[in-house]
T-cell receptor, first 117, second 112 residues
C-alpha cells in the first residue's frame, strides 16, 4: 500500500529556534498534503492544506507566519515551526492525498513529536 | 460547526471480549463517516467507512453502522484480540481524501 514517511520522528529543541519536519510520499505522488496537530488525549486538529506549487491554506486560528509550509514537489511537503516555544510542543502528523478516477484517499505518516524546552 | 465526540479511554478488555467504542457526530449536510486505527509507531490507517445513512462499514471483524437518526457511528467487534490494541479514531468528512474532522481517539488495550 501507499506509504507516507515523516522525518524526524521526534525532535527536541530550545525555545526560539526553528524546526523543520518533512513529510514524504514514498511510492506515489500527492498533489495535496495535510498537516495535523495532536495534543495528548485530544483529537487531530487540521492545521493546513498544502498543494504542490502553491501556497498552503491555513485553518482558522493557525498562525501562518509561525507554521511555514512548503510543498515543493509531488512527494515532499515540509512544516517549519519558527521561533518555537514550549506551547508548540505537540505531535505533528501529515497525510498525503491520492486522487484520480474513482479513488480519493489519504494516507497518514507516523507523526513527529516536537518538544520545545 | 462539524464535530465528532468519542468515548474516553483507555478501554481495557480481555481477549475475546466484545468491544464497543461510541462515536457521535454533529454535521451539516451528508458527510461520510470513518474509523481509523493507529498502531504504536505507525500512521493512522483507514479501518472502515460508511458514506450514507444506514450503511454498514466492516473490516477485520470490526463493524460500524451510520445512524443518522441518532447521529452515531459506534465501532463494534465481537471478539477482540491482543493485536487489536491500538488507538481508534472516529472521523467525518465529505470525501475520504479531503478534510477530515476527528474525534479525540480511544485507546484500546487487550490483555491475554
Amino acid at each position: 500500500g501507499a506509504v507516507v514517511s515523516q522525518h524526524p520522528s521526534w525532535v527536541i529543541c530550545k525555545s526560539g529556534t526553528s524546526v523543520k519536519i518533512e513529510c514524504r510520499s514514498l511510492d506515489f505522488q500527492a498533489t495535496t498534503m495535510f498537516w495535523y496537530r495532536q495534543f495528548p488525549k485530544q483529537s487531530l486538529m487540521l492545521m493546513a492544506t498544502s498543494n504542490e506549487g502553491s501556497k498552503a491554506t491555513y485553518e482558522q486560528g493557525v498562525e501562518k507566519d509561525k507554521f511555514l509550509i512548503n510543498h515543493a514537489s509531488l512527494t515532499l511537503s515540509t512544516l517549519t515551526v519558527t521561533s518555537a516555544h514550549p506551547e508548540d510542543s505537540s505531535f505533528y502528523i501529515c497525510s498525503a492525498r491520492i486522487e484520480g478516477g474513482r479513488t480519493d484517499t489519504q494516507y497518514f505518516g507516523p507523526g513527529t513529536r516536537l518538544t520545545v524546552l | 460547526g462539524n464535530s465528532v465526540t468519542q468515548m474516553e479511554g483507555p478501554v481495557t478488555l480481555s481477549e475475546e471480549a466484545f468491544l464497543t467504542i461510541n462515536c457521535t457526530y454533529t454535521a451539516t449536510g451528508y458527510p461520510s463517516l470513518f474509523w481509523y486505527v493507529q498502531y504504536p509507531g505507525e500512521g493512522l490507517q483507514l479501518l472502515l467507512k460508511a458514506t450514507k445513512a444506514d450503511d454498514k462499514g466492516s473490516n477485520k471483524g470490526f463493524e460500524a453502522t451510520y445512524r443518522k437518526e441518532t447521529t452515531s457511528f459506534h465501532l463494534e467487534k465481537g471478539s477482540v484480540q491482543v493485536s487489536d490494541s491500538a488507538v481508534y479514531f472516529c472521523a467525518l468528512g465529505y470525501n475520504q481524501g479531503g478534510k477530515l474532522i476527528f474525534g479525540q481517539g480511544t485507546e484500546l488495550s487487550v490483555k491475554p
